[in-house]
């Protein structure tokens, strides 16, 4: 179950302006009885103005008098109307600039072992431009004597899942890693 918005402050109200037990309420808020009770006591979250869940459209007046007339029951939280937000896909991640200067490496491992891979699949793995990657591959990057082709994984620019997800959605054999090596 999903926690109501601002919990200590929808507590809070909870508390003041209804006659539910500290279990109802701390099942409602997603905290432990004894913080539901330390806020009636004044203990914790002083100071802090109650939260409405009524007037903000996560509970209604009929659910809180169900739950007072019955000690056992737990308040439900109305479903909302608004639409759910899009979890973030797994893509381009931020990369450190201290690992920036292995991304042309990694491509370039990459590009060697695995030339039927796409310019947006590596750029998709490694967080990289598909401008960077035509320059690893024509020799033309700023810094093309220095190259050296190293596995992203071991550089830290991808997990080893998300290589090998990669390397079978083309159809191709996983490479073994160097820690793959020593272990045999």
Partial sequence: MSTPLMPKATAVWLIDKTSLTFDQV???VGMHPLEVQAIADGEVAQGIVGY????NAQLTRE??????ADPNARLVMMQ????????????AKYTPVAKRNDRPDGIAWLLRNYPQLTDAQVGKLLGTTKETIAKVRDRSHW?????????PVILGL???GDLNALIISIGAQPVPTAVEDDAA
């Fill in 26 to 28: 701390a099942d409602f």
């Fill in 52 to 55: 409405d869940p009524v007037a």
């Fill in 63 to 68: 659910e809180i008098a169900r739950c007072e």
């Fill in 80 to 91: 909302s109307s608004l639409p759910q937000p899009k979890m973030r896909g797994k893509g």
């Fill in 143 to 151: 810094n093309s004597a220095n190259i050296k082709p190293r596995d």
């Fill in 158 to 160: 991808c997990t080893q």
